[in-house]
């Protein structure tokens, strides 16, 4: 079945640093591509997603590049902040032809950034 | 726009028991999924309503069901409570259309003693 494999953490980083969280998946059909991310004591919140592959996704200085050559989605940033101190989790929604697919998570990689 | 609301944010109870937890989705979203976030199994897919029909459905045992109302709320319970049921339960509303992107509850955490 579907899967996603990230890297285990914990991550930890002076600020300032650039920071590259890996996530690759297997999947049958044409997945989305998710990045969550959840702060200590909350829900998850949606970083950024890419729908195709070639297609980057972007926010909050974060980037991911759907590459289906190599099933990666790897996460980047170039110069963290304590602020981005978190769990992160990639994800994806198969298309099922129409309907909401439900998504697959990774174990999910826990950054603290150290001022 | 109000995010989505999930109730109680905490609840302890003991094995045995049954559970109801609420969720209030984005208005406009007809779509709600559940999840379970353990640190054992990280984060799993329950079951899916969409238009008070379950639409998808994870691989967990028929003690946890679910029911999604006229307004889209959702209602997920789960009965005779174990000790492994023990988890935050997060659910994410959506539009409900092909790969839209779901958004989620702060979750309701419980506890089984």
């Known amino acids: 079945g579907d899967s996603v494999t990230q890297m285990e953490g914990p991550v930890t980083l002076s600020e300032e640093a650039f920071l590259t969280i890996n996530c690759t998946y297997t999947a049958t059909g044409y997945p989305s591509l998710f990045w969550y991310v959840q702060y200590p004591g909350e829900g998850l919140q949606l970083l950024l997603k890419a729908t195709k592959a070639d297609d980057k996704g972007s926010n909050k200085g974060f980037e991911a590049t759907y590459r289906k050559e190599t099933t990666s989605f790897h996460l980047e940033k170039g110069s963290v902040q304590v602020s981005d101190s978190a769990v992160y989790f990639c994800a994806l929604s198969e298309d099922y032809g129409g309907s909401q697919g439900n998504l697959i998570f990774g174990k999910g990689t826990k950054l603290s950034v150290k001022p | ?113």
Request: some cysteine; proline content about 4%; overall charge positive.
């Open chain 2, 1 to 113: 726009k109000a995010g989505v609301t999930q109730t109680p944010r905490y609840l302890i109870k003991t094995r045995g028991q049954q559970v109801t937890l609420s969720c209030s989705p984005i208005s406009g979203h007809r779509s709600v999924s559940w999840y379970q976030q353990t640190p054992g199994q990280g984060l799993q897919f329950l079951f899916e309503y969409f238009s008070e029909t379950q639409r998808n459905k994870g691989n967990f045992p028929g003690r946890f069901s679910g029911r999604q109302f006229s307004n889209s709320r959702s209602e997920m319970n789960v009965s005779t409570l174990e000790l492994g049921d023990s988890a935050l339960y997060l659910c994410a509303s959506s539009l409900g259309n092909q790969q839209e992107t779901q958004y989620f509850g702060p979750g309701t955490r419980l506890l089984v003693l």
